[in-house]
């Protein structure tokens, strides 16, 4: 080989080469390119949190919402907003900005409060009967109910009341004692009532004597329900609606109450039909009745059973056991002494004359009948139970 061809064998080389590094992308700063990065991925989006429940995890008749508060010993007739956390317990906060939660209880739909022990027991649509602790030995009724719109409209109509009202014109020093009846209602304004005795004798029915209220009612559209006028100067009254169920609740300067049902028939139960409530007891002095037995402090429970039905007679027998005694006999007068109403007939030693109006189909107002007359608070034997039907 001589040396021209040698040249232009390494020229061949070198131009080989050079081809070579240009299709691996080299050469340098002769133009080459080198390939872009691999882009990282993309951050995975966070999660949004799960919405907290809206029902509470013991008690389905419970939702978030804002609630109506009554408290007859303290005249009171604020709201109370509840909302649930996220393991679905509720927590309270006052119209006065303090804040409580429910710590549930053996049974669902009954509650005492974290903080100050309050007792609680929820009904049907969210109506709940509450045995307040007063921060010492006392415990004294409130009422619970789903805040709602309601025009004078909803006030229209025929209905059964029963009262826990202040006796005497003493104001908040006196004792509460019986009035129950019927009120009609048209354009807000009362078109006639009826007042029934408060004493009766068996066998004997019930007198009810007919009246005409000089009262009105008008919307509050500050705080909400309706604001009395006339003989109603004063009164402030809410209504509630679940369903069929319509419920007016009248509230007075000094802690008066009256519970409003619409006046309709009541049917007749089945022989055998048991039913359980709660019940929470307000003596003439306004406070809570108490007892040992009590699981919840100032709620009772109650236990009846229908043994027999006589339509003819208009009457109804049933077993009743309250806080776990022995069951006794009862016997009630259907729709009377108005249509919508019961009476429970007294028997001397076992049990109390009463008068029984369902408010709602989960919320019955019981009163003693033929109530000695108290003096002082605290010192007659009358009484007015909220029966709240277990779920």
């Known amino acids: 080989m001589n040396a021209s061809t040698s040249l232009r064998l390494r020229y061949l080389a070198a131009a080989t080469a050079a081809l070579a590094l240009a299709a691996c992308g080299g050469g340098g700063s002769d133009g080459g390119e080198s390939p872009a990065p691999t882009p990282a991925p993309a951050p995975a989006p966070t999660p949004a949190p799960a919405p907290l429940p809206t ?3 013991t008690c389905d008749q419970l939702t978030s919402g804002t609630y109506r508060l009554i408290s007859p010993v303290d005249t009171e007739a604020s ?3 509840v909302s649930m956390d996220e393991s679905g317990t ?3 906060a006052y119209a006065d900005g303090t804040s409580d939660s429910l710590k549930a209880s053996a049974e669902a739909c009954s509650f005492t409060t974290a903080k100050n022990a309050d007792s609680l027991v929820v009904g049907k649509g969210g109506v709940t009967v509450v045995a307040a602790n007063d921060g ?10 789903p805040e709602q719109a309601a025009d004078v409209a909803d006030l229209t109509g025929t209905w059964n009341r029963i009262a826990w009202q202040r006796a005497g014109n003493g104001g908040n020093s006196q004792p509460f004692g019986l009035e129950y009846g019927a009120i009609s209602i048209a354009a807000g304004g009362i078109t006639g009532a009826q007042f029934c005795e408060t004493a009766a004798t068996a066998g004997t029915p019930i007198a009810c004597t007919a009246a005409a209220p000089q009262a009105s009612f008008a919307a509050n559209a500050s705080g909400g329900g309706f604001t009395g006028a006339g003989d109603a100067a004063g009164v ?3 209504v509630f609606k679940n369903g069929t169920d319509t419920l007016q609740v009248w509230m ?6 009256s519970l409003l049902s619409k006046q309709a028939a009541l049917g007749y139960p089945a022989v055998g039909a048991a039913s359980s409530s709660w019940n929470v007891q307000a003596t003439t002095s306004g406070a809570v009745f108490t007892a040992a037995t009590d699981t919840l402090p100032g709620i009772s429970t ?10 003819a007679a208009g009457t109804i027998t049933r077993d009743s056991s309250n806080a776990g005694a022995a069951a006794v006999s009862q016997t ?11 009476v429970r007939q007294g028997v001397a030693g076992s049990v109390s004359a009463a008068v029984m109006l369902p408010l709602t189909s989960g919320l019955t107002a019981v009163a003693r009948l033929n109530a000695t007359e108290a003096t002082t608070p605290g010192t007659g034997n009358g009484f007015l139970v909220l029966s709240v039907s277990k779920p």
């Open 332 to 342: 009630l007068y259907n729709n009377a002494p108005l249509p919508g109403m019961r």
């Open 55 to 57: 029902v509470s995890a």
């Open 79 to 81: 709201t109370v907003n």
């Open 90 to 92: 509720p927590q309270l």
């Open 302 to 311: 109650t236990s009846n059973t229908t043994t027999a039905v006589d339509t």
């Open 236 to 238: 402030r009254a809410f």
């Open 252 to 257: 007075e300067e000094d802690g008066s109450l």
């Open 136 to 145: 010492g030995s006392a415990r004294y009724p409130a009422l619970l109910f």
